[in-house]
């Protein structure tokens, strides 16, 4: 009997037009973890607001980092999923899903039922825990699993941000860079609302949130808080690159407010670049495909603020994709 290895990523366009953005946006946006405020405050400002404005910006910038083939994250994803299954052999299924568009999770969890593996080992692949990734992704998985007749085993991975693994396939990727020729390092992740940091330090952290130095080891209490998370990987980077401390800063970018997770990756930019930094280099730990925000937020934008501040360049360290490093990761990290 076989087992099978379910690797989900956040998702993306179809295409990059307003009909195909603003319907992944649509997904995206409704679901109650992404904007966690009521059902129908929810529904005025996604689907009144957001999205049929920000659906033709937005189609815009996807349009500036698409192939010929397609979109980079899905393109990427895919060749994972490929050698994966190259790497884990005849023995497993490999299958791979997108929490919003396509390919969906139930169709692809459907397809893993009719070849019936004894054990679905579930992988979102997210590094650090956050309800609006990671926990949107479990709970509907597990929803659709939960109305099937017969229930397989079931192997759920909610984070792997220090798994030795996936710090050693980054550090591969940041030694590919002479860091000496670079006056600072930055390692940026993916912002969220602090609301959200502290509504999961109340239910899951006996409401030890200081927004500050609680994050500065891992512990019981914040051992699925996504800033505690962001911090011990670059701790671990920073340690394996042996970048001094005054040398490297960590950040979240694509805030969609003021009231999200500081320090925000393009101020600090711009900030350094006014200091009289000229070469900046930018680690994307939160993100294991390149896509837009990394591509073209990191790559492009964050390029021209380092240069309208007197900076020269900002160069972006590579995602993961699907490096055969990272693929040996992936089957550690997914089997145990």
């Known amino acids: ?72 994250l899905l393109l990427n994803s895919i060749d994972l999923k490929q050698k994966l299954q190259q790497e884990v052999g005849n023995n497993y299924i490999v299958e791979l899903a997108m929490r919003y568009q396509t390919p969906g999770i139930k169709e692809v969890l459907e397809k893993l039922r009719l070849q019936r593996p004894s054990k679905i080992h579930i992988l979102p692949l997210y590094p650090q825990y956050a309800s609006s990734s990671t926990g949107s992704t479990i ?7 939960g109305t099937w007749e017969v229930i397989p085993n079931l192997n759920i991975i909610s ?23 670079y006056d600072h390092v930055i390692f940026s992740y993916h912002g969220l609302p602090e609301r959200q940091i502290r509504k999961a330090s109340a239910h899951y952290g006996g409401e030890t949130c200081q927004m500050g130095a609680c994050c ?20 671990q980077l920073v340690k394996g690159l042996n970048i001094p401390a005054d040398k490297h800063t960590t950040t979240f970018q694509s805030r969609l407010d003021d009231k999200w997770l500081k320090p925000y990756s393009d101020k600090v930019i711009a ?46 360290v590579n ?16 089997l145990g």
């Open 139 to 145: 709970e509907e998985v597990v929803r659709i699993i």
């Open 271 to 316: 900030d350094l670049a006014k200091s009289g930094a000229k070469n900046i280099l930018v680690f994307s730990p939160a993100f294991v495909a390149d896509c837009l925000e990394t591509i073209y937020e990191i790559g492009t934008e964050y390029n021209e603020i380092c240069k309208e501040h007197g900076g020269e360049t900002v160069t972006l």
């Open 1 to 72: 009997m076989k087992e099978a290895i379910l690797l989900i990523n956040l998702g993306t366009p179809d295409a990059p037009t307003p009909s195909k953005v603003g319907k992944y946006l649509t997904e995206f946006l409704n679901d109650k973890r992404v904007i966690d405020i009521n059902a129908i405050g929810r529904f005025m400002l996604v689907n009144m607001v957001i999205v049929p404005f920000r659906r033709f910006k937005s189609a815009k910038l996807y349009s500036n980092i698409w192939t010929k083939e397609g979109s980079p």
């Open 216 to 235: 500065n080891s891992i512990t019981k209490n914040n051992q699925f808080c996504y800033r505690a998370n962001c911090f011990e990987t670059t701790r």
């Open 159 to 181: 984070k792997f941000y220090d798994h030795p693994k996936f710090i050693e396939a980054l550090l591969e990727e940041g030694k590919k860079y002479d860091l000496n020729k």
């Open 319 to 334: 995602s993961l994709n699907s490096n055969d490093t990272w693929v040996k990761a992936v089957k550690a990290i997914a």
